[in-house]
């Protein structure tokens, strides 16, 4: 495969200012489109970004493609989407953590928004606001059913996209490993909850990313309307089965 260009090639090791941390399990079909949105964001930090691709149990083509990317790789077994975020940033060089999952595209101003936020010293991080790369009703439908009961249980935060100082990650201890669903909205609340005790805000980017359908597209439009116990699993974070459903066995990732 050619070599593509990356934004962690000539790295200046002392110098690191984002790492990009992705999660991989058999992207092949989306790593590159999100490698590609990350070069464009990261054109105004020449030398100074470092993705790192978390290989989760691959059997596809989704090493060969970010190392065609000059990607820093990390192979993990883990079922466990915390331990596999954590498991990144443990080998990460940067000041500031970004995260995005593989099948997500950051938009060209995410990295810049980011450091405008953090530079400012009123933010302790924060998420994005995105949308799917396709609409539906039952897509908007599916998405009210899950995103009410998040913010009656975790209060009015963004996710999509994590950005903050490598100090206050690790501040907060990362992701919580004991959740094997909903650790996005977990992390949100204990960094906005961090913030609050040093009289900062979390902030949220606006149009952050595009990410993909492909939960809908397999399971259909009004997955979440025919399966109210998948909403129930998720808000209870633990669950096994549901979690090895929605991420490791049963999904492309």
Same mark, same amino acid.
């Given at each position: 495969?050619?070599?593509?260009? %990356?934004?962690?090639? /000539?790295?200046?090791?002392?110098?690191?200012?984002?790492?990009?941390?992705?999660?991989?399990?058999?992207?092949?079909?989306?790593?590159?489109?999100?490698?590609?949105?990350?070069?464009?964001?990261?054109?105004?930090?020449?030398?100074?970004?470092?993705?790192?691709?978390?290989?989760?149990?691959?059997?596809?083509?989704?090493?060969? !493609?970010?190392?065609?990317?000059?990607?820093?790789?990390?192979?993990?077994?883990?079922?466990?989407?915390?331990? &596999?975020?954590?498991?990144?940033?443990?080998? %990460?060089?940067? *000041?500031?953590?970004?995260? &995005?999952?593989?099948? %997500? /595209? =950051?938009?060209?101003? =995410?990295? %810049?928004?980011?450091?405008?936020?953090?530079?400012?010293?009123?933010? &302790?991080?924060?998420?994005?606001?995105?949308?799917? @790369?396709?609409?539906?009703?039952?897509?908007?439908?599916?998405?009210?059913?899950?995103? +009410?009961?998040?913010?009656?249980?975790? +209060?009015? !935060?963004?996710?999509? !996209?994590?950005?903050?100082?490598?100090?206050?990650?690790?501040?907060?201890?990362?992701?919580?490993?004991? =959740?094997?669903?909903?650790?996005?909205?977990?992390?949100?609340?204990?960094?906005?909850?961090?913030?609050?005790?040093?009289?900062?805000?979390?902030?949220?980017?606006?149009?952050? =990313? !595009?990410?993909?359908?492909?939960?809908?597209?397999?399971?259909?439009?009004?997955?979440?309307?025919?399966?109210? *116990?998948?909403?129930?699993?998720?808000?209870?974070?633990?669950? /096994?089965?549901?979690?090895?459903?929605?991420?490791? @066995?049963? /999904?492309?990732?």
């Amino acid at each position: 495969m050619e070599k593509k260009e %990356s934004p962690s090639d /000539q790295l200046n090791k002392e110098n690191i200012k984002f790492s990009i941390i992705i999660p991989a399990h058999n992207e092949e079909k989306y790593l590159g489109k999100c490698l590609d949105s990350i070069l464009e964001a990261s054109k105004l930090y020449k030398n100074q970004v470092e993705v790192i691709v978390v290989l989760n149990r691959c059997t596809d083509r989704t090493e060969e !493609i970010a190392k065609s990317y000059k990607c820093i790789t990390v192979k993990n077994s883990d079922k466990n989407l915390s331990k &596999i975020r954590n498991a990144g940033v443990d080998k %990460s060089k940067g *000041k500031i953590i970004v995260t &995005i999952d593989a099948d %997500s /595209q =950051m938009n060209v101003h =995410m990295l %810049s928004k980011a450091e405008e936020y953090l530079a400012t010293g009123k933010y &302790i991080g924060g998420g994005v606001t995105g949308k799917f @790369e396709r609409m539906s009703l039952g897509i908007f439908v599916s998405s009210l059913l899950l995103i +009410g009961p998040l913010l009656l249980k975790y +209060g009015a !935060i963004s996710v999509g !996209i994590f950005w903050c100082y490598k100090k206050d990650f690790k501040a907060i201890k990362g992701f919580n490993e004991a =959740m094997l669903m909903a650790e996005d909205a977990d992390f949100a609340k204990r960094l906005k909850d961090w913030g609050k005790k040093n009289g900062k805000k979390y902030g949220t980017i606006q149009n952050g =990313m !595009i990410t993909s359908c492909r939960k809908f597209d397999k399971h259909g439009d009004w997955v979440l309307v025919k399966r109210p *116990k998948t909403i129930l699993a998720y808000l209870n974070g633990t669950d /096994q089965k549901y979690a090895d459903e929605a991420y490791y @066995e049963n /999904q492309d990732r």
